[in-house]
DNA sequence: TATTGTTATACTCTATAACTATA
DNA sequence: TATAGTTATAGAGTATAACAATA
């Protein structure tokens, strides 16, 4: 990669972390690729509305609110109220007023929304076996997951993203 | 996350790998987004235009053909002679027929396109330095770094993906 | 006044197919 | 006939701002 451009010694990152960065984003992208085409060709799904479909199924009574919903998927929640609208149409989710504060939105899968993620779920397990773990082994999938459960506690620590344009809107004006 | 829909033991993945794999996704999404949100903010850079910048920048003479690009960056072709064409008009990397092969086309860097790469690398390497691996020890590192090496080759070893395209397109109709 | 969510809108990015030109 | 690249075009996704309604 461009080793030379962004291993300046000045710049803060020793090789043996540069090659850690690159590999990190080279996976992440070919798995997200690999994943998101199965569930594409499968089940007509992004990524991110399997994400919410999943969460749902999940969640106790398979329901969530909107806002709890954009929290987990990253979203902005405009970004949010399209996917949802999308689902809506297919008849994967419904939305309902919630009875405990009139402001919000519950998002509830229906049968067919369960139905979709069983029926795409093996297939997307399968990749990720066949692409991410099919080359290591016991011990390495331990400490490949306890370095990024680190990794994620630290950034979690950090900003979440969803609550900041809001935010940070009304003080910038 | 939604554990229970996926680790239902027929699907295959154990506790542990499902643990590692939403890891992975979070951590990857987590980085991205940040170090996209500085490349905007300091350069006016998507990631993928810093990627070929940079590549560009480690290569040669400052110089890669279209197809050298686009394989690494994992573009389609139409969508690497789209972000060129910005980069060009930018004034950051240049077009050219290549004197080998006329059907190829040379690109490089010019000095403003390596001087902003100059000027956005030290942000974005403290970026990844303080999000990535500052809860990190040398010996995460290296271990990370392994693994993801490993992960890598593997995933390497699939196809590839700007060829598929155009190769399957023939054979289909 | 703050929060929840939707809508309108504009923009970026990506992919497909058709096309040109060279090998 | 295969390869390199561009163009036209259409579609998905995202973000911003303005808005309505409830707390």
Redesign the interface.
């Known amino acids: ?6 291993s ?1 010694p ?5 090789a ?2 540069l ?3 690159f ?12 994943v998101d085409e199965h569930l594409r060709a499968d089940g007509d799904l992004s990524y991110v509305q399997f ?1 919410i479909l ?2 749902l ?2 969640a106790p009574d398979g329901r969530l609110r909107m806002t709890d919903l954009a929290d ?1 998927v ?1 979203y902005s929640r405009s970004g949010l109220t399209y996917q949802a609208g999308l689902l809506v149409n297919r008849g994967l989710i419904t939305r309902a007023p919630s009875p405990d504060d009139e402001r919000s939105v519950i998002v509830t899968v229906t049968d067919a929304g369960r139905a979709l ?1 069983a029926h795409v ?2 297939g ?3 990749r ?2 066949q ?6 082994s016991g011990d ?6 306890a ?9 979690r620590a ?1 900003p979440p ?1 969803s609550a900041k344009p809001r935010a940070a809107r009304r003080k910038a004006g």
């Open positions: 990669m461009y080793d030379r451009a962004v300046d000045e710049a803060g990152l020793s043996e972390q090659g850690a960065y590999a990190l984003v080279e996976v992440g992208s070919l798995l997200q690729y690999a994400q999943a969460r199924t999940d987990g990253v993620v779920l093996p997307h397990v399968e990720v076996q692409l991410l773990f099919a080359p290591l390495d999938v331990t400490a490949f997951g370095v990024l459960g680190r990794i994620r506690e630290h950034m950090v993203r």
